[in-house]
């Protein structure tokens, strides 16, 4: 018994040794599991010294697995995923009555906590953690028990169930809005023979989300003729930043309905072009693998995939 208890991995080691498999790079493990190269390569190392075998081979700029390794890997993964599994269980007990919910800072500040007291009073049961982060989060590791994430949009126009996601919303658009007075303030300058959309927009701040090609890919689209790189720019990398800028009468947002319905609907911002742009990403719930969809997250899920439909067929 004994003599076998050294041959046992650690859950760390078990971990390591799972995601360079996987990933065939101990660098994209290390990116994985939030830990740094050496700490993944020493794992590795420390198993194939315990084992006295070699776990993986050079193929290229990658690792591949060895016989040795392929042979026990399934088993490895199943125990790791087993423990993780009991891990998230406990923790689950331990924080019976929290909610945790992954979001993107910009969702919740727009949308989910206007209308947070009103899940809070329908479910008074469940305490609610907002984890808001523009990272990727893994579930698991960090006891979340529900996830909004921007995924490619599904080949369906029905919401579905697949597995651990759910599709609330199947597809989106992105549009132009900016504030009344902003529009005046451009619009008064116009003679009667300008092509206002294209004069307008030639004179505007075209407000933009970091590390994104929207506006590139609005002027591609319905105004193929007219220069787009000499814009002026103003940049955020959240669209909450962009939408409170586009409110405050700053230029031109392009943004997704979810969210600009709110303040369309209180008359904060305009919509003066019909063009819109098909979002080829849209926000969908996610549970952990190893759970799925909980009681309390199926509520909130029901709950907020409903608000989000409701603010949707206001467009």
């Not at 989910?112 to 008074?124: E, I, T």
């Not at 990272?135 to 995924?151: K, M, N, S, T, Y």
């Not at 579905?160 to 609330?168: A, F, R, S």
């Not at 719930?285 to 409701?310: D, M, N, R, Y």
Request: some cysteine; proline content about 6%.
């Amino acid at each position: 018994m004994s003599a076998s208890r050294r041959f046992i991995p650690t859950l760390q080691e078990a971990r390591s040794l799972d995601a360079v498999s996987r990933l065939n790079s101990v660098s994209a493990a290390a990116r994985e599991l939030n830990l740094s190269q050496p700490t993944v390569s020493y794992h590795i190392r420390k198993l194939e010294e315990r084992w006295n075998a070699k776990l993986f081979r050079a193929k290229g700029r990658n690792l591949e697995p060895t016989e040795f390794l392929r042979a026990i890997i399934p088993e490895v993964r199943s125990v790791t995923h087993q423990l993780e599994h009991i891990g998230h269980l406990v923790g689950s007990q331990y924080h019976q009555k929290v909610l945790s919910i992954g979001i993107a800072p910009s969702l919740a500040s727009i949308v989910l906590q206007p209308r947070l007291a009103a899940f809070l009073k329908r479910s008074p049961e469940i305490n609610v953690r907002l984890c808001a982060a523009n990272r990727f989060v893994d579930l698991e590791e960090e006891r979340i028990d529900v996830a909004l994430r921007l995924l490619p949009c599904p080949n369906s126009k029905e919401t579905e169930v697949n597995g651990n996601t759910l599709v609330p919303l199947p597809s989106e658009y992105m549009r132009v809005v900016c504030s009344p007075n902003y529009l005046a303030s451009l619009t008064g300058q116009l003679q009667p023979s300008d092509n206002s959309d294209a004069r307008v927009l030639s004179q505007a701040q075209l407000i933009h989300e970091d590390e994104t090609v929207h506006w590139a890919n609005y002027f591609a689209t319905y105004l193929a003729g007219y220069p787009f790189e000499s814009r002026p720019r103003l940049t955020f990398n959240n669209a909450d930043m962009i939408l409170q800028a586009a409110i405050s009468g700053q230029g031109f947002a392009l943004l997704r309905d979810i969210y600009v319905m709110d303040a369309l609907r209180r008359g904060e911002l305009i919509e003066p072009y019909a063009s819109r742009l098909s979002c080829e990403r849209v926000f969908q719930f996610v549970a952990p693998e190893a759970i799925g969809f909980t009681q309390p997250a199926s509520s909130f899920v029901a709950w907020f995939g409903a608000e989000l439909k409701a603010l949707l067929s206001q467009a």
